[in-house]
């Protein structure tokens, strides 16, 4: 089949047409004054306002933008994208080259993003005569970026806080912790000011009677001195007797001072072993109160800890037993004190029972004596930490438990430890 070049020609021009017509695109061709020669119905309806194709020819932007502000003479922001469209016209043409640019403005009183191509275009003589230009209406895709670039900043603020917030909290947290460390330093040292105490009416109770001895002693050299009748047998006698009770009291001594010492080494120990030596430092306070103890030992109970703070421990339930049976004995309903300390194996845990018939603990305050401060004693006889020390001390620094109960004519503390070979540590 033959086609006439004439045909053909006509057929793309017209093609051309109705592609730039049709297109959703902005299509332009300007003189250098920024005067259009062409225009596509897309530029027409989306920035110049334009009734038709035809319009615009001969006129420039700012002959529309100024038609547009002056009809909506209320809002003066109603069309501003005039300047704006000339200005990167002569940009284009400085440069002698296509140019990509970003243009926004007001049209029709809302914001309008373009995405624009502009060149230039020559005559023959390859002289700049004008400008040609395509623009993309990008005003969603513009305000999904804005939306996300706001999103991402008040991400960043929020990030920013919480930063804040964390460093704060740290710092908060590290105040909390040294303030509840000075606290917990002073409560030690109270507690170890009340057991200083507490030792010390031991120790009266302890030297009470080998220094009657002594004094007996001393006081029957002076009489047969006095008489001159004695002799050496009798003077050998009497400081056997001296020496003797003067050797008890510096064991004494001793046991209390290795019990006060602030050891901190951690190794394995028998709580039986223990309790016994607490047993010896209370044994006279206990006999000059009428109380008994009696103990119950399981062989095999091992523990892994300080053994100085577990012997405090107890040094502090039977110091608590030793006062509540006092009481009952002032108020003569009882006529015999009795402590039981029990010790045996539960699984993988090894269990201290300490009880007594010290009358128990009321029910109202049985689930605060485990409280800093908490006492029912006078102030003179008690600070209310003991018992949060104990309980510290066995569940902090051992990982095990201490809980009471009221038992028949009263109380029952347990102590509930991990066996050495059944404790990771």
């Known amino acids: 089949m033959v086609f006439d070049i004439a045909d053909l020609k006509e057929h793309n021009e017209k093609l051309l047409e109705l592609l730039s017509e049709h297109l959703p695109d902005m299509l332009w061709v300007k003189e250098c004054n920024g005067n259009y020669l062409y225009v596509n119905q897309a530029i027409c309806d989306g920035l110049l306002m334009a009734k038709d194709t035809s319009e615009p020819i001969g006129k420039n932007d700012l002959f529309f933008a100024e038609r547009e502000r002056n009809a909506h003479p209320e809002n003066l922001q109603w069309h501003t994208f005039g300047e704006?469209?000339?200005?990167?016209?002569?940009?284009?043409?400085?440069?002698?080259?296509?140019m990509k640019f970003e243009e926004f403005g007001n049209?029709?009183?809302?914001?309008?993003?373009?995405?624009?191509?502009?060149?230039?275009?020559?005559?023959?003589?390859?002289?700049?005569?004008?400008?040609?230009?395509?623009?993309?209406?990008?005003?969603?895709?513009?305000?999904?970026?804005?939306?996300?670039?706001?999103?991402?900043?008040?991400?960043?603020?929020?990030?920013?806080?919480?930063?804040?917030?964390?460093?704060?909290?740290?710092?908060?947290?590290?105040?909390?912790?040294?303030?509840?460390?000075?606290?917990?330093?002073?409560?030690?040292?109270?507690?170890?000011?009340?057991?200083?105490?507490?030792?010390?009416?031991?120790?009266?109770?302890?030297?009470?009677?080998?220094?009657?001895?002594?004094?007996?002693?001393?006081?029957?050299?002076?009489?047969?001195?006095?008489?001159?009748a004695l002799d050496a047998q009798q003077f050998s006698e009497k400081m056997k007797i001296i020496t003797s009770n003067i050797d008890y009291m510096s064991h004494t001594i001793d046991d209390f001072r290795k019990f006060l010492q602030p050891e901190r080494e951690i190794a394995v120990f028998d709580p039986k072993t223990s309790i016994a030596d607490v047993l010896d430092i209370l044994d006279a306070q206990m006999k000059c109160n009428k109380i008994e103890c009696t103990t119950q030992s399981e062989d095999g109970v091992l523990f892994y800890g300080v053994e100085n703070e577990f012997k405090q421990v107890i040094m502090i339930l039977l110091n608590n037993a030793i006062d509540a049976i006092k009481v009952q004995l002032d108020a003569q309903k009882i006529a015999l004190g009795a402590i039981t300390i029990t010790s045996k194996k539960s699984e993988r845990y090894g269990v201290i029972e300490v009880t007594d018939n010290g009358g128990g603990i009321s029910r109202a305050i049985i689930d605060k004596i485990f409280t800093p401060y908490f006492t029912t004693k006078h102030e003179s006889y008690g600070t209310g930490i003991g018992l949060y020390i104990a309980k510290n001390i066995i569940e902090t620094r051992m990982g095990g438990s201490l809980m009471t109960k009221n038992i028949d004519k009263g109380s029952c503390f347990r102590i509930t430890i991990p066996l050495m070979n059944g404790y990771e540590r």
């Open 107 to 228: 049209v029709k009183g809302e914001m309008l993003y373009l995405e624009v191509y502009k060149a230039p275009f020559y005559d023959k003589e390859g002289n700049i005569i004008g400008t040609v230009g395509a623009g993309r209406d990008i005003t969603r895709l513009k305000q999904v970026q804005i939306d996300l670039e706001q999103s991402l900043q008040t991400l960043s603020q929020q990030r920013e806080q919480l930063e804040s917030f964390n460093s704060e909290l740290e710092k908060r947290v590290e105040e909390e912790i040294e303030k509840q460390q000075k606290q917990e330093r002073l409560m030690i040292h109270q507690s170890r000011q009340a057991a200083m105490g507490e030792m010390l009416e031991s120790i009266a109770h302890q030297w009470r009677q080998p220094l009657n001895i002594i004094g007996l002693a001393t006081a029957n050299i002076e009489t047969l001195y006095g008489l001159n």
């Open 84 to 98: 704006l469209c000339f200005n990167s016209d002569l940009v284009v043409i400085e440069n002698n080259k296509p």
